[in-house]
């Protein structure tokens, strides 16, 4: 029997929340193969026991006459049993029309305030006949190479994650907001620090860099998922934006410190890991995508003032 687990999503973070349901539905079947929109996941869980194979399809997913092609791809790799997280008709269409035996799915036209979390857990609880299913697990890395990443920390520092890169413009708290931060924290603790940006945000890295001083901060723009992960484990805290680090992180029981400016909450809401700052004045339900909400209105002390209450 081979189960299936379809994840449309094409952001890593959304993708991550997910995969203690993944790990759920292994515990039932056995390891699972992933089927997913986002071509990064493959790097965070190659080595996770419960996850047989991480299957990114790049198209084949945006209109309704892909099907057919959809459906033939699916085809190849003989599932009995597919999870669908998502209320898309298309998926499931093309998972019946490719022979699958047992397809479980969202409810179709529920696409509208769908909160990922509750959607997620409700379905598991309900196809697997479980009562109470966590909504966080831990992301599994290698004792080897958690110990190479020790080995290049300086453990009588604070090693902090800054998480400065994001999917999104709107998400970032800006690099000055970052660069402060950095400054006053190493006036209360000895820090080091791990700028977290993409490849193809090197500049915001190599800003923050340039104005502290650069003995006490990396960039990890350069390195891959696969090299980042590790690091993250070991460390003592992160702090940025929230993208895919914040999820690591929380799901390697580090305390990830979320700068709240344009993210539903359902991102920051199902790991006791997970602690939010959001704007003065402003409700977590009035915050999603596009709520337009200045960064700086979280000012660099409020951040500061809890970074160092869970350093302590």
Known sequence: MKTGIFLSYIGLGSNLLHLTYCHQIAKKYGPVSVVTLCKNLEQVIDEDPLIKEVIYIEKYYKKFSDIFKLSKLLKKYNFNT????????????????AGIKKVYYYKFFKKKNLHLVEAAKKFVEENLNIKSCPTETKIFISEKNKQIAKSNLDKSKKNIIIGAGSSGISQRWGETNYINLIKKLIKKKDCFFYILCGPKEKEIAD????????????SLSNKTITEVIPIISVCDIYIGNDSFGQHVSSQCSIPSLIIMIDSPKAYSDYSKNQ???LP?????????HDSGISPDEIKVDLVLAKALKLLN
């Open 280 to 288: 003065p004045g402003i409700s977590i339900e009035n915050i999603s």
């Open 275 to 277: 602690f939010r700052i």
């Open 82 to 97: 597919l999870y669908i997280f998502y209320p898309s008709i298309r998926f499931f269409l093309a998972s019946k029309l």
């Open 207 to 218: 800003k923050i860099i340039n104005e502290v001083n650069s003995n006490i901060c990396l």
